[in-house]
C-alpha cells in the first residue's frame, strides 16, 4: 500500500457501510488489505471473496488470528448471520471482527486497488494481447528502472483478481509500474483497466488463443481493445501494425496518442538490420517521429525470436511515450534477465541442449518458439503438449502447428495430449518415413526421447501451463537445474 491507512479512510474508498465499527474502531490505522488468510500479518485488513470452491467469510476467525484488525465482508453474509442468529441487526459482540460491508467484495477489491492507484504519481503502463503479454512486461519493467523501482505484476495475476491486488502492491517506494491485463471473456479487460487507469497502454497482437469465453477472433480483438477505453485524452495507446486488427484499434484510439510499432509493415518504430542467433537478437531501432526526423540506434537483446523483436518495440515505444531516451532504452534492455519458461536454455542430461518454453502456450507463440527451433532444423525436436482453451477449432489449430513445424524443417516432433495427436498428424501427411509420434503419458514420450536423443540436439518444450510440460523439461534437464527453480 502507498500508506497506512485509518478504517474510515478504506471505508470511504470502497464506498462500505462501516458496518460493526464502534466508533472508537473507526481511527484504527491498518497497514494492507489481504484476501488470503494464510498471508495476514499483524495489522491488515481482510477481504472475504467468494469463489467456486471457497468463501473467504468462513475464514474471519483464521483472519484475526493471524492479526488482522477488520474484514470487509459482503451484505449476503450478514444477512445470512441474522437469520443463523435471529437476529435483527449484527453488533460488534455477534462476530470475530470488526466489519466493513460492501454489496460486492469482488468489486470492493477492485476499488481497493484503485484506491491505491490514485495515490500513486509515477506512469503506469498496462499490457494486454493473446500472446508476448508476459514478455513486455518483463521487458517494459525492466526499462522503468531508469526511473527507479518499479513494480510489475507478480507470476500470473493478470485477471480480474490479480490485477486489483497488483495495484494493491504498489507502495512509495515504487517510481513506475506495469501491470499485465488478461481476459477469460468479453469485459474483462475493461473491468480490470477501470482499476488500473493506465497512462500507457500496449496491445501486443491478437491470434486465436483462448477463443473458449469469446467464440471469435473479432470478439478478441474488441477485447483487447477494451483498455483503450481506460486512457484519459492525454493517454497514449501502443499498438501493433503488424497484427490485422491494427486500423480497428487506431479507431477506437480517437484522438488519443497512438504509437505504432511493425517490421512488416509502416510503423512510427520499426527493426533494420536484424540478427537472431542461439545467443539473442540484434537490431537497428528506427523512430520515425512526427517532427519527420529520424532516429537510429543498435539494440541487443538476451532473447530469442524475431517475435522478442516486436514484443521489445512494444515496451521501447511505451518508454517513448513516457519521454525516456531511446539510446538509455535500448542500453537498458540489454541487460534484461530471460523470465524462466519463456525460450530459456537449460543444459540436458547427456548433451542436449533444452529451450524452455513451457510457461505457456498459444497458437501465435508456438509458432514463432517453432521458427526459433528452424534455426537448428535437422538436431531439432519439437516436444509440444497441448494448448489449452482453443474450443471447438482445437483440432484444426493443433493440426497447423503440426504442418508448420514441417514446412520449418523440424527434424522431429513429439506430443502428448489428446489434441496434439492432430498435430503428430499433420506432420507425418504425405511423408515417407515417420517422424512425429503421439504419446498418451508424458513417461511414455520421455522414453522415446531418451532411447533416442543425440548429444548436440535441441530440445524445445512447449505447452499451456495445464499440460505440465515444466515435468518433461526437468526430466530432461539436469539434476542440479531443477533444483535452483531453473524450471
Known amino acids: 500500500m502507498m500508506a497506512s491507512f485509518t478504517l474510515v479512510e478504506l471505508a470511504q474508498g470502497i464506498s462500505a457501510s462501516t458496518g460493526t465499527l464502534l466508533d472508537s474502531e473507526l481511527a484504527l490505522r491498518a497497514i494492507k488489505i489481504n484476501t488470503d488468510t494464510r498471508a495476514i500479518k499483524e495489522g491488515d485488513v481482510f477481504l472475504a471473496l467468494r469463489g ?250 538476451p532473447l530469442l525470436g524475431r517475435h522478442n523483436i516486436l514484443n521489445a518495440l512494444s515496451a521501447i515505444a511505451a518508454g517513448l511515450a513516457l519521454n525516456l531516451e531511446l539510446a538509455a532504452i535500448c542500453t537498458q534492455l540489454k541487460t534484461m534477465p530471460v523470465v524462466a519458461g519463456r525460450l530459456q536454455w537449460i543444459d540436458g542430461r547427456d548433451g542436449i541442449r533444452i529451450l524452455n518454453d513451457s510457461y505457456n502456450a498459444s497458437p501465435a507463440s508456438v509458432k514463432a518458439a517453432i521458427d526459433v527451433l528452424g534455426l537448428w532444423k535437422e538436431k531439432a525436436w519439437l516436444v509440444l503438449g497441448d494448448m489449452a482453451e482453443l474450443g471447438e477449432d482445437s483440432a484444426v489449430i493443433h493440426a497447423e502447428m503440426g504442418e508448420y513445424a514441417k514446412h520449418i524443417g523440424i527434424a522431429n516432433l513429439v506430443t502428448t495430449g489428446k489434441a496434439c495427436s492432430h498435430a503428430v498428424e499433420a506432420f507425418n501427411k504425405d511423408s515417407d518415413i515417420r517422424s512425429a509420434y503421439w504419446f498418451d503419458q508424458q513417461s511414455d514420450l520421455l522414453n522415446y526421447i531418451n532411447e533416442n536423443k543425440q548429444p548436440g540436439q535441441v530440445f524445445l518444450v512447449k505447452g499451456s501451463r495445464s499440460a505440465g510440460m515444466d515435468r518433461v523439461v526437468a526430466a530432461l534437464s539436469h539434476k542440479s537445474d531443477a533444483q535452483n527453480g531453473e524450471v
Not at 460488534?92 to 484506491?115: H, I, N, R
Not at 506512469?123 to 528502472?145: D, E, N, R, W, Y
Not at 504498489?170 to 517510481?175: A, E, G, P, R, V
Open 52 to 301: 467456486d470452491n471457497f468463501d473467504g467469510h468462513d475464514y474471519l476467525v483464521q483472519a484475526k488470528a493471524q492479526g488482522a484488525i477488520a474484514a470487509v465482508v459482503d451484505e449476503t453474509y450478514v444477512t445470512d448471520l441474522k437469520t443463523q442468529l435471529n437476529l435483527s441487526s449484527v453488533g460488534a459482540s455477534d462476530v470475530p471482527l470488526p466489519l466493513l460491508v460492501v454489496a460486492d467484495t469482488l468489486y470492493a477489491l477492485g476499488l481497493a486497488g484503485l484506491w491505491n492507484r490514485q495515490k500513486f504519481t509515477g506512469p503506469l503502463i498496462a499490457i494486454t494481447g493473446s500472446a508476448g503479454k508476459t514478455s513486455v512486461k518483463s521487458m517494459a519493467a525492466h526499462m522503468m528502472q531508469l526511473l527507479g523501482e518499479c513494480w510489475s505484476t507478480p507470476g500470473n495475476f493478470n485477471n480480474h483478481i490479480g490485477a486489483p491486488l497488483t495495484l494493491l502492491g504498489l507502495d512509495t517506494s515504487h517510481k513506475a509500474a506495469v501491470i499485465e491485463l488478461g481476459a477469460s471473456g468479453k469485459g474483462e479487460i475493461a473491468y480490470s483497466a477501470q482499476f488500473a487507469k493506465p497512462d500507457v497502454a500496449i496491445i501486443t497482437n491478437v491470434s486465436g488463443a483462448h477463443l473458449e469465453g469469446f467464440g471469435s477472433i473479432e470478439t478478441i480483438m474488441q477485447t483487447k481493445g477494451e483498455i483503450i477505453d481506460s486512457l484519459s485524452a492525454n493517454g497514449c495507446v501502443v499498438l501493433n501494425a503488424d497484427d490485422v486488427f491494427f486500423a480497428d484499434w487506431v479507431l477506437r484510439a480517437g484522438e488519443r496518442k497512438v504509437i505504432s510499432f511493425g517490421i512488416e509493415n509502416y510503423a512510427d518504430l520499426t527493426a533494420q538490420n536484424i540478427i537472431c542467433d542461439d545467443a539473442g537478437s540484434r537490431f537497428d531501432v528506427v523512430y520515425q517521429q512526427q517532427t519527420s526526423t529520424e532516429e537510429r540506434v543498435a539494440c541487443e537483446i
